[in-house]
Every structure is written in C-alpha cells, then in structure tokens.
C-alpha cells in the first residue's frame, strides 16, 4: 500500500508512520522539513508548506493508496490538500478531534453520532472555542470532496513518548518523585488517554481495510479516573504518594489533564466502534512506563504546564 501522510514527524504523526513501515506501506511524508529531519532516513519527502499554501511538490508527484491527514486544523490547509492531489488518491483519512462535539445534553458512553459543533469558516485562530468548530467544517470538506472514500479518526487525549504536550508527562514525572502530590482538581475525574501506537494501528487498519465512516480512538481499556491514573503512575515508578485536593483556584488556570465537571463526559466515550474496526488497548501502565523512560532520556526538560516544585510546596503548606 502506498500511503502519503501530510506532516508525520511529530507525536502522532511520527507513530502513524512507524506503524504504516511496520507493515510493509510504502510512505511518503509531506511537510516543512524543519522537524524530524533525522527521522525516516530512507523515506521519500515532499517539500512544502501548508501555512503559505505551498502544495506545489504534490502535483504530479504520483499517486496513492492512501493520505493520512496529521496536519490539517483549518478548511483551507484541507481543501488546499484535496485540490492539489484531486482522484490521484484511494482513501482520504482525516484525523479530527473530540472537540468536535457538542458539550450539551451528551451523557457517558457518547458514540460517533453524537451530534457536532456548527461549523466555523470565518477565521484561522485556533482557541478553545474555535478548534471544535474548524474541525467540523475540515470533515465536511473531506466528505464533501470524497464521500465513501473518506474516513474520520476523531482521538481523545493521545499520550506516548514524543509528546511535546505536557499532558501526562508531568503526572508520569510528578508522581515519581513520590510523597504528597498536590491536585487542583478532582480526584474521581474519568480520564481517557489513547496510546499514540494504538492510534497509529488503528489508522493504518482502517486503511487496510479500506473502511470509511468515522471512529473514535479513546483508551485505555479499563475506566480510570486522574487519582487511579496518578497512582498507577507511581506504582510504576516505584513510588509512593499521597494525593492532596487543593482549590482548583489556587493553581494555574490550565492543568494537565484537569477538566471541569462539564466537560467529564468527554472523558467517557464510547470506544466500540474503532474496538470492532482493531483498535487495539495497551494497558496503562505499559504507557506510563514508555513515557517515564522516554522522559528520563531526554533529559526531563521543563514542562510547559504544571506547577514547580516551590509552588507545589507553597498550596500544600496553604
């Protein structure tokens, strides 16, 4: 199978096409140039930029199988895509967002025909209230333009190695250190976090299968909630911990992987449909593991998100 993935270097992407090489595919990666140049060296690339508009290296550059959109956040870098490539494609496979949902009326166990967000077209900025909204109208371009041809892979919270988002690295990292582990939240809130790898299988079977339709991808098998998750965290690491709620308030207003009580359904979707299409589940503590020696070779840099060891110190003592 050949396979065209539109920007696969980082997290996501980069497992996508270690997964589609796993299984023999011929890719070709699309992007920049600037990130991953080490990465894939014997894997043909096509130069451009979907910022400027640049597709120029897609036209007549052969055709696929397959393409793989990473990369695609706005109806122009879509519709862009799908003019320069026209039928010299197969399947048309986009990768979305949970964000695309509406947030009323949806209760735990929500399936892919959960009603979406309307549609935003009138700007690029993406922000909490417009990424949803821009995704849905990338969708329905994709459907538009290829209809049977065309599948959604709409992922929860993606966790892994490579993740340049501070996400569960800072729990993984956190929880390590042991003791008393502030949470500015909720300890009975659902959390659903996917293994980037199983995204990746997931994708390239549902390419395989030449499967349209559009699919979650939430993980991991077994429900949790963020004090299993920081527990689970260190019972891998080998430590102990003591979770303290602290007031939500008191801690910066983003938090890794906190969500308010409005939107803890978004953390409880309904994985059945990508299970029957060969989604795979990696247990969580497999993932945590990955990710805790993933982050200790790299040096544990500084998160981005998360509260410091002084201020950390500062709620617990409050």
Do not use: N
């Not at 544990?300 to 410091?308: I, R």
């Amino acid at each position: 199978m050949r396979i065209l993935v539109l920007g696969g270097t980082a997290f996501v992407g980069r497992a996508i096409v270690d997964e589609a090489l796993r299984t023999g595919a011929e890719v070709t990666l699309f992007g920049r140039g600037r990130t991953g140049t080490g990465l894939f060296p014997s894997t043909p690339r096509l130069i451009g930029d979907r910022e400027t508009g640049d597709y120029d290296a897609l036209r007549g550059a052969g055709d696929w199988d397959a393409v793989v959109d990473v990369s695609g956040y706005v109806p122009r870098h879509v519709g862009q895509a799908m003019a320069a490539l026209g039928d010299r494609i197969g399947r048309y496979l986009f990768i979305s967002s949970h964000a695309v949902y509406t947030r009323t009326g949806v209760g735990p166990g929500s399936d892919e025909d959960t009603p979406r967000r309307p549609p935003v077209r009138d700007t690029e900025e993406l922000s909490e209230a417009s990424y949803g909204p821009l995704k849905v109208a990338c969708e329905d371009d994709v459907l538009a333009r290829y209809g049977e041809r065309a599948t959604i892979v709409r992922p929860g919270k993606v966790a892994g190695p490579h993740d340049a988002q501070t996400g569960l690295t800072y729990w993984v990292r956190r929880a390590a250190r042991g003791g008393r582990v502030a949470l500015p939240g909720s300890p009975e809130q659902p959390i659903q976090l996917v293994d980037s790898r199983d995204l990746a299988r997931l994708v390239v079977r549902l390419l395989l299968d030449d499967r349209p339709g559009a699919f979650h991808a939430v993980g991991p098998a077994e429900p949790t909630t963020l004090a299993g998750l920081i527990t689970t965290c260190a019972r891998v690491a080998g430590s102990e911990v003591e979770i303290v709620p602290v007031p939500a308030e008191a801690a910066p207003s983003f938090f890794p992987l906190i969500r308010p009580a409005a939107q803890w359904t978004d953390q409880q979707r309904s994985p059945a449909r990508a299970r029957a299409a060969g989604l795979t589940a990696t247990p969580l503590a497999t993932t945590i593991a990955d990710v805790l020696a993933w982050d200790r070779e790299r040096g544990e840099p500084p998160l981005e998100h998360g509260l410091s060891a002084a201020q950390e110190a500062k709620l617990l003592g409050a």
